[in-house]
């Protein structure tokens, strides 16, 4: 992640993946911000996105945005302070 901050300067580094990078990136206290784009398409299956996240990670909600076909959220990314 260092070389992707470096490479990216002052502009954003965006992380792509499945849950299992997302679970590890948010875990490492590397994210500030999460956006979740849902489509509602069940699929029967899949991996949770939010399991094995340490509970003193917590999603401040700061936008919606509703369209036919998906559901736009974006989250602030807070840590409990400690001893919390």
Do not use: C, K, W
Not at 13 to 35: K, M, T, W, Y
Not at 39 to 53: C, E, M, Q, S
């Amino acid at each position: 992640m260092n070389l992707a901050r470096e490479a990216a300067g002052s502009q954003d580094v965006h992380i792509g993946g499945g849950p299992a990078i997302a679970q590890l990136f948010l875990n490492a206290g590397l994210v500030d911000e999460v956006r979740l784009h849902i489509a509602p398409r069940i699929l029967g299956g899949g991996t949770r996105l939010f399991d094995n996240v340490d509970p003193e990670v917590h999603l401040v909600p700061r936008q919606v945005e509703g369209e036919p076909l998906a559901t736009h959220l974006v989250y602030e990314v807070e840590r409990a302070p400690a001893g919390d």
